[in-house]
């Protein structure tokens, strides 16, 4: 395997995974485990010796915090943080977007965001009812969500993003609309409204198949055309199946993921699309603690050499086609579809050729239209995406 990086020039879209939760969410599947003051030390001297080796080859316009929930590092090791960020080339950086949950972000820590030069943050807020937020495992209530709204417009952001759930097993249409009215009261420019995915393994998975309960597809479509609707009455559109924005508030790094451009990321877990190629770090920090700082550098302190290479970049080998395609797939989930060309610059391959027949299946079941020079995907096909996603697939 080659190493990612000799040669590469700059890229301008960083992910830094935190892999740290006060405790699980019940529905969660993400990669991350409950914070302890060991761990978070380990992480930071991993993730150090990481982005030392890496920062030659990042000049970010684009920085997401992501996890896990960096607002859970306690305010000396966020501030670590921040200092290890402030290492990179940060002349460029345009939009520098942090994770939060509102029960773990307190004054001084969005005082420390705000001096970083954090200017989005994201809140993972998932819905305004106490007993949804209780059946979620989330540790927050729902007044902390409008508290924290006001702490961060108070401390100078304006750039805010609220995430909500919908699809939760009992919830109703009209609880759903209830979160929705007071939500839109707190006039953040940027909403995520995410279904429920069951993911295998979890607390709500296995209480969902014990107690037998099915989704209702039809009241699935009924909720998340109730959201289509009241955020478009709001100016609030849609640019991504799950994602709505006023205009000028889209979120940029996201975007860049859903457009196939090369990014990278950090810390345990992390992904990163170079070249064509997509990379996984090991998802426990264990193992990735151990392939930055191999046993044998420890040994002999060299804690300052590239990480152990095989340990530490797990690569998705698929052809330069089937890469296409799967861009193909991601970037039809936002609502301008593909620019033809831009397609073909970003991929080398012509969608419109490439994927004549499949274009054409989308269009005769209602779910794709052309548009002068792309293509895109109906209102019907976004909430269908999924299944759109499967005429790009290529498999080997
Ligand atoms: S806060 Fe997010 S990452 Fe953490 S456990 Fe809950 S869903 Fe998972």
């Given amino acids: ?7 590469q020039s700059q890229i301008e879209h960083l992910y830094i995974h935190v892999p740290f939760c006060i405790r699980k969410c019940h529905y969660c599947a993400f990669a991350s485990q409950p914070l302890t003051h060991d761990d978070s030390k380990r992480y930071l001297a991993a993730l150090s010796k990481e982005l030392f080796w890496a920062k030659k080859n990042l000049r970010p316009r684009t920085l997401f915090l992501g996890g896990g929930t960096p607002s859970c590092l306690d305010n000396g090791d966020l501030e670590k943080l921040f200092d290890l960020i402030q290492s990179i080339d940060l002349s460029q950086l345009q939009e520098f977007s ?3 949950n509102p029960a ?9 965001c705000r001096r970083a030069g954090v200017n989005r943050i994201s809140i993972g807020a998932q819905s305004l009812n106490d007993k949804i937020l209780r059946q979620l495992g989330r540790i927050h209530s729902a007044h902390q969500v409008s508290e924290t709204v006001e702490l961060l417009r108070e401390t100078g952001f304006t750039n805010l993003n609220l995430d909500i759930i919908f699809g939760i097993p009992g919830q109703t249409l009209s609880e759903l609309e209830e979160t929705l009215n007071t939500l839109l009261e707190l006039k953040t420019p940027h909403l995520s409204c995410y279904e429920l995915t069951f993911e295998p393994g979890t607390p709500m998975t296995l209480q969902m198949q014990k107690s037998g309960f099915e989704p209702d597809e039809d009241l699935l479509c ?13 100016g609030i559109h849609r640019y991504e199946i799950s994602n709505f924005a006023r205009s000028g ?21 992390a992904c990163s699309l170079i070249r064509g190629i997509r990379y996984a770090h090991p998802s426990l920090l264990s193992l990735y603690y151990n392939a930055v700082i191999p046993k044998q550098n420890k040994k002999l302190g060299l804690t300052s050499s590239s990480p152990a290479e095989n340990d530490f970049w797990e690569p998705d080998q698929i052809s ?10 991601i970037g039809l989930r936002m609502s301008r579809g593909w ?6 610059a970003h991929t080398g391959f012509r969608l419109e050729k490439q994927w004549a027949k499949a274009l054409q299946k989308l269009i005769s ?8 020079g792309g293509f895109r995907l109906t209102d019907q096909g976004l909430r269908f995406a999924d299944l759109a996603a499967e005429e790009f697939i290529i498999t080997e």
Avoid: V
């Fill in 104 to 112: 773990t972000i307190t004054p001084e820590k969005a005082a420390l």
């Fill in 365 to 372: 079941r209602g779910d794709g239209e052309f548009f002068p």
């Fill in 249 to 269: 508030f889209e979120c940029a790094h996201n975007i860049a993921y859903w457009r196939g451009i090369d990014y990278y990321g950090a810390g345990p877990s």
């Fill in 339 to 344: 620019d033809f060309n831009e397609f073909y």
């Fill in 320 to 329: 330069p086609l089937a890469r296409a395609g799967e861009i193909a797939a």
């Fill in 222 to 234: 009924s909720m998340y055309n109730l959201i289509l609707a009241k955020l478009a009455e709001k």
């Fill in 98 to 100: 942090i994770e939060i």
């Fill in 1 to 7: 395997m080659n190493f990612p990086f000799p040669g």
